[in-house]
């Protein structure tokens, strides 16, 4: 006893004021699933941003330019000329 206060312990008497509905319950099993999911979407998109990617073999880039040329946005001279470099391995 301390000041006329009887001191109990346990979480008896909290936990009977505390009693929560059930929608409660369902509310936050409801947001711990979202948050699992949205890590998921985090966990994927940094994975994705972060992966390795392969460089473009001579045979991509002159298909890309041979497709470019074949649109109209390369002329015969410029294409042949981006060819020439691509197969000589220059810069």
Do not use: C, H
């Not at 009693?19 to 994975?47: K, T």
């Not at 990617?53 to 330019?65: G, R, S």
């Amino acid at each position: 006893m301390w000041g006329g206060v009887t001191i109990t312990g346990g979480l008896g008497p909290l936990a009977e004021r505390f009693e929560m509905p059930q929608y409660y319950y369902v509310g936050l099993a409801a947001l711990v699933a979202a948050m699992i999911w949205g890590a998921i979407l985090a966990y994927r998109s940094w994975e994705e941003a972060t992966e390795d990617l392969d460089p473009a073999t001579k045979d991509d880039l002159l298909e890309a330019f041979r497709q470019a040329r074949l649109d109209g946005e390369l002329d015969d001279q410029e294409y042949d000329r981006v060819r020439r470099r691509i197969e000589e391995g220059g810069d």
